[in-house]
């Protein structure tokens, strides 16, 4: 099984922790759109897979019509055998919920929502440059469950400048109290060449405190915990049943079709990227060309995106797999290394099966890292 991922490369506003933004002039959203259409008229499909998801991600894909939705749903299915419970997946911001968009777009198959709330904090989302306020964040919450979506999740971000650990602690309260059934949280990261860069560069904004941000994660963990909700991947929590489809078969190697300009696919061995570049991908495919780069993985590649991976999950690494696929040499040796982190209590082994303990998730990176080959 295969899932499908579409970028749509759109959004209302250039929020100032990232650099994530482009024009949405009408023309160019057409051109867009047509491109994608003839992208995915123009993939290869070998072996005609069963898709089991489908994710319309990163841009705002809530800012296109219900007609250009359906266009790309339509295109898909013609192209694909899309099975009858495939989790289908469209990211929105709370500002574009309107209960017309809800129904139609449940009406086309979109069976879970995705939202960019960031934090239910008025004085912090006028911070991150949002162009929903917190009165929209809460509101969208309940005309969701409205409608009859009962799968979604809201992302949040803590670690920023303003964040104190008791407002973030509301934060998480207000997930939990509404039982919302999925949370993603991320702390706060400053990208090179942003507008947020450039104010802490020149001293008028503060910078972010890491030792915040291991405190607020820390309080998040325990927070979760107690509520009943399952912390499946270093970012992710769900309740029980309503763990991400899509997004646990890309952590666990399965094949996925990106779509759109920046979008990457995966094959199991290489890995395909469009160009990023809105003018070139849409001229390219005006000559029935996909602008795309590739690389084929070697299995050093394969085996460090693995430990990557798969310490980041609540299931965490398998030495078994390790060495099914990769050999017992390397098994051996990725079990050396964990020795180290075990007698640190950053990892817990047993049934040959490596987990990150909740100290150990506050250095995933570091100890993925000194595993890699």
Not at 248 to 258: E, F, K, N, T, V
């Amino acid at each position: 099984m295969a899932g499908i991922y579409l970028h749509i490369p759109f959004c209302k506003q250039a929020c100032h922790y990232c650099n994530f933004h482009f024009s949405t002039s009408l023309q160019q959203k057409e051109a867009v759109l047509s491109a994608m259409l003839k992208e995915i008229e123009l993939t290869d499909i070998p072996g005609d897979p069963n898709i089991s998801s489908i994710y319309f991600g990163g841009g705002t894909p809530s800012m296109l019509t219900t007609d250009d939705l359906q266009r790309l749903f339509d295109a898909l299915h013609k192209k694909f055998n899309v099975e009858a419970g495939a989790e289908i997946t469209l990211e929105a911001n709370p500002d574009d919920i309107e209960n017309g968009k809800l129904k139609q777009w449940h009406n086309m198959g979109v069976n879970r929502l995705s939202l960019g709330i960031q934090s239910f904090l008025e004085e912090e989302l006028r911070w991150m440059n949002r162009a929903h306020t917190a009165v929209e964040s809460l509101a969208c919450i309940d005309k969701i469950r409205d409608e009859g979506f009962t799968n979604f999740s809201v992302d949040l971000i803590y670690g920023s400048p303003l964040l104190s650990n008791d407002d973030w602690l509301r934060n998480i309260d207000t997930v939990t109290e509404k039982a919302i059934p999925h949370i993603s949280c991320y702390a706060l990261t400053v990208e090179p060449a942003t507008a947020l860069q450039k104010m802490i560069s020149l001293q008028k904004k503060a910078d972010v405190d890491p030792g915040r941000q291991a405190e607020q994660f820390l309080l998040l963990m325990n927070r979760m915990q107690s509520a009943g909700y399952e912390h499946y991947e270093i970012s992710n929590y769900a309740l029980p049943g309503m763990h991400s489809h899509h997004n646990s078969s890309y952590w666990q190697g399965a094949p996925y079709y990106g779509f759109g300009p920046s979008a990457h696919s995966f094959d199991g061995n290489t890995r395909k990227w469009n160009v990023a570049n809105n003018a070139l991908y849409i001229q390219s495919l005006k000559h029935n060309h996909i602008p795309f780069e590739e690389e084929l993985l070697t299995p050093t590649q394969q085996l460090n995106e693995y430990i990557m991976t798969s310490l980041r999950t609540s299931e965490g690494l398998n030495l078994g797999f390790v060495e099914k696929k990769f050999g017992v040499d390397k098994a051996g040796m990725t079990r050396r290394g964990l020795n180290k982190w075990e007698k640190e209590n950053k990892v817990m082994v047993e049934n040959e099966k490596a987990v990150l303990t909740k100290e150990g998730k506050l250095f995933a990176d570091g100890i993925a890292a000194d595993l890699f080959f």
